[in-house]
C-alpha cells in the first residue's frame, strides 16, 4: 500500500486549561516502538474497554484504510512527548446512507462490533474536543462526525454529548441497539438457574447425556503457551461447514478474511486477551468460541457449532461452561457481540448492553446549515416509521 502524504502531519491543539496538545496522523503500519508502547498503555487505562481498537487487533486491519477516501488514525497525546489520551481511526464517508453527503466517520473493520475510540480514564471530554477541533479545520472534512456503536450513557458518550453542547450544537443519536450482555454478581450455577426456564434446563440434560453416549465429551480452554494454529484450523474449519460456508460469509471463505481472523488470534494470544474454548466430542470438536477479555470487561467475538450435532445444542452446552466469566474477579461483564434479538445467546444471557451511533456538526456555518437539515430530515422519518409501525400493529388481525 502506498502510504497516503496526510500519514505523517502533525498539528498542535491548545484547549482551555493552556496545556498543550499533538493531533498527530500516523501511518499505522508503521509505527515506532515507542508509539506502539504508547498505544498498549492507553489500552489498559482507556476508560472504557475496546479490544477492536487496541493495537493487536486494529493494526491488523489497518490495512484496509484507504487513503483516496483520508482515511487516517488519529492520535491525541499531551505534547509533543507526553502521554497519549486518545486514539481513533476516522476517514472520510462520501454517502450517508444513500444520500450524497460527505462527512467523517469513525471506521472499523466489518468484524469490528464496538466503535469507541481508545481514551485515557478522565480525558474524555478533551479528547472529542481536540479531535472535533482538528477535523474543523481539516479542508477535506465536511458535515459532521458519525461515531458509531457507543455505549449509551457511557463516559464517551456522555462526554460527546456535553462537548457537541459546548460547541453551540447537538451530538444526535441517530440509531440505538440493544444486545445481549452477561453482568452478574450471582455464581454460574445460580446465573444458569435463574436465566434459563427449569424445563429447557431439563431439556438440555437430557440432550447432554444423549450427547455423552456418542462418545468421550470435554470442555477445552487454550491455554497460554499452547499451540494456537490448531484451535485456529479447527474454528475455520468447523465454521466453514455449516450455514456461513454455504453462504460465502464464512471467515475461511475468503483469504483476507482468514488471514486477517489469524492474525487477530495470533496478536491477542501475545497480548493476554484471547480466551478460546471447545465442547469435544472423541477430540472433535462440536462447538468453539472466541472471547475477547479486557479488563474490566470481556466481548465474546464469534461463536461456530457443528451443525450436524444441532440436536444436542452444543453451542448452548458451551455457552453453560462459558458462565465461568461470572467467577473471574477481573471481569465484570461480557459483551456478547450479537445481532439484537440473537435467539440463543439472548435465552442465556439476561442482561442487556444500548449502543448508539452519534452525528455531532462541524463548526463552519455551511456544516451547521448542512447537519440540522440531515438531522431534521431523519426525524422526521424516524417518526413516519414508527407512525407505519404502530398503524400495521393496529391493523394486524389478533
Known sequence: MTVHPAFSVDSAATPADGAPLTVRVVDPLSLSDELAAAWDRLADEASEPNPFAERWCLQSALHLLDPERHARLVLVRDGHDGPVIGIMPVALAAHYGRLPLRHVTGWAHPNHFH???????GFESLFWSILLGWCDAAPWARTLVHVPRLTEDGPLHRALVDVARVRGGEAEAVHREERALLESTLSPEDYWDGAVRAKKRKELRRQANRLAEQGAVRFR???????????????LDLEARGWKGRAGSALASHSDTEAWFRAILTGAAEAGRLDMRALDLDDRPLAMLVNFLCPPGGFSFKTAFDEEHARFSPGVLLQQANLDLLGDPQIDWVDSCAAPGHPMIDSVWRERRALVWVNVPLSAPSDRLRFALLTRAERFWRRWKGAAATENEMESPS
Open 115 to 121: 466503535g469507541a475510540p481508545l481514551v485515557r480514564a
Open 221 to 235: 480452554r487454550w491455554q497460554a503457551g499452547e499451540a494456537l494454529d490448531p484451535w485456529i484450523d479447527a474454528f
